[in-house]
């Protein structure tokens, strides 16, 4: 049998400890740094990304949180365990490089696979294999697995035992919300750490490592400098990606671009939204709070957010409608008319005209007075008539059309509410024997301060018949 078995990595393991095996993982560590240093500087097709590979946790850029020295992973790692995990990050933010060093500073072999390409019968293999090379070095097996969330509930089943028996230890990596992506069972048996994307202190750093790798300065204007950050969107990986296409566009011109010089020679990273996934909702959340706050301003900005990522504006719309009713109600009663006219003009106009009729309904509901009593009210009234379940409305408000129905007192002893002082009789409506309830408590702002003062009328009225 071969000393050296292929990892599903792609890069030579071994099957039988080394001396370097013996020492400790921090000892180990810097061994695997030079093997990777020594082929970072192949051939020059070799990405700029790859090439600036970190090479050990502490040249990780932007997960403090994680990797400082009091991060989670520090810790873990100085524990000597490492528990199972899903790495829950954007593109670009490290979760590979991540994994790869947790297995070198953790004495482990480095397997990989992803769901995008894999199935049951990769699965069972690396696992097999796995079990293998524990068996015959006594070493373990942290096990990659690329966008996890595209393996289904039954796949991930699949992981259940051989991360409780300890075969593997388990990194999965996703752009999406485990919570929904994830089955509980894998969840349970797994510790969840969000990666944060780049900020731009990161960002800049990446820059001046890229500066030094390929040993050119960058023809920015500080002004393009921070333009180039900015159009990585928090995207590491992006970020080095456009510095490599900046470095071929200007080898002839070495003269500073600003950002819109900058602008027409890159594009610009698309806006991390998906219509049927987590950002999807995190943004109909963000714009609908800062509304609920009174904030025209953080409501106009995540209503164009939600329109760059390519939201239908008729979604956007229907939320609005909603919105009028849920969280202003009768404190401003044309709140709704409104939002259903600029769902209307949207119809009528289409893009990117009706937007802007979209955008005024934004604004409106925002300065709007803001009640959600009626909301309350009707979420009351709903369990109310579930609890008390068949109770008939009382006679003198039950038509009587027929003389059977006269004769068993149908609406005898109605009064007519406009025939009476104020307009209202203050008569029962609710039914016989039933307690009276308040449902509907208006609010001392916007229009429900005139609607509650008449209330507290109606309610005297209501009182003095009883009396």
Not at 400 to 423: I, R, S
């Amino acid at each position: 049998m071969s000393d050296m078995v292929p990892d599903l990595f792609g890069s030579p393991a071994p099957d039988r400890p080394s001396r370097q095996d013996e020492r400790g993982a921090s000892e180990r560590f810097p061994a695997a740094s030079s093997a990777h240093s020594a082929s970072r500087h192949r051939a020059g097709t070799q990405p700029l990304a790859d090439r600036l590979r970190p090479q050990s946790l502490d040249d990780v850029q932007g997960q403090a949180h994680l990797l400082g020295s009091e991060g989670t992973l520090t810790r873990m790692l100085e524990s000597g365990h490492l528990s199972s995990l899903i790495l829950w990050g954007g593109p670009g933010c490290g979760k590979t490089t991540i994994a790869q060093l947790l297995a070198a500073r953790a004495g482990l072999f480095y397997a990989k696979i992803s769901a995008v390409f894999s199935g049951v019968a990769d699965l069972k293999k690396a696992f097999e294999e796995a079990r293998r090379k524990a068996e015959a070095t006594g070493k373990g097996t942290l096990l990659f697995v690329d966008e996890i969330h595209r393996f289904n509930r039954a796949q991930q089943d699949g992981f259940l035992p051989y991360v409780e028996r300890g075969t593997v230890v388990l990194v999965g990596a996703t752009t999406e919300n485990p919570s929904f992506a994830l089955n509980s069972a894998l969840l349970s048996r797994c510790q969840v750490l969000v990666l944060h994307r780049l900020d731009d202190e990161a960002l800049e750093k990446l820059l001046l490592r890229a500066e030094g790798e390929t040993g050119r300065t960058l023809p920015l204007t500080p002004e393009g400098r921070a333009s180039l950050r900015a159009m990585a969107d928090g995207d590491g990986r992006y970020l080095l990606n456009m510095v490599e296409q900046l470095l071929s566009l200007t080898k002839a011109d070495t003269r500073p671009l600003g950002p819109a010089e900058l602008a027409r020679s890159l594009s610009r990273r698309p806006v991390l939204y998906d219509r049927d996934r987590d950002e999807h909702y995190n943004l109909i959340s963000a714009l609908h709070k800062s509304l609920r706050g009174s904030d025209p301003d953080a409501g106009l900005y995540w209503f164009a957010r939600m329109l760059e990522g390519g939201e239908d504006p008729r979604y956007i719309a229907r939320r609005l409608v909603r919105f009028a009713s849920e969280d202003i109600g009768e404190a401003d009663p044309t709140s709704l008319p409104l939002a259903q006219a600029g769902a209307a003009a949207y119809e009528r106009l289409g893009s990117p005209e009706g937007e802007v009729a979209l955008a005024q309904v934004v604004v409106h509901l925002a300065v709007a007075s803001k009640s959600n009593a009626v909301y309350k009210a009707y979420n009351e009234a709903r369990a109310l008539a579930k609890q008390t379940g068949s109770l008939m409305p009382p006679a003198h408000i039950r038509n009587a059309p027929t003389a059977l129905m006269k004769e068993l007192g149908y609406k005898k002893g109605y009064e007519y509410d406009h025939d009476c002082e104020d307009g209202v009789s203050g008569q029962n409506y609710f039914p016989d024997g039933m307690k009276r309830v308040t449902l509907y408590r208006p609010v001392d702002r916007g229009f429900e301060e005139r609607i509650r003062k008449r209330l507290d009328m109606l309610a005297q009225k209501r009182a003095s018949r009883q009396s």
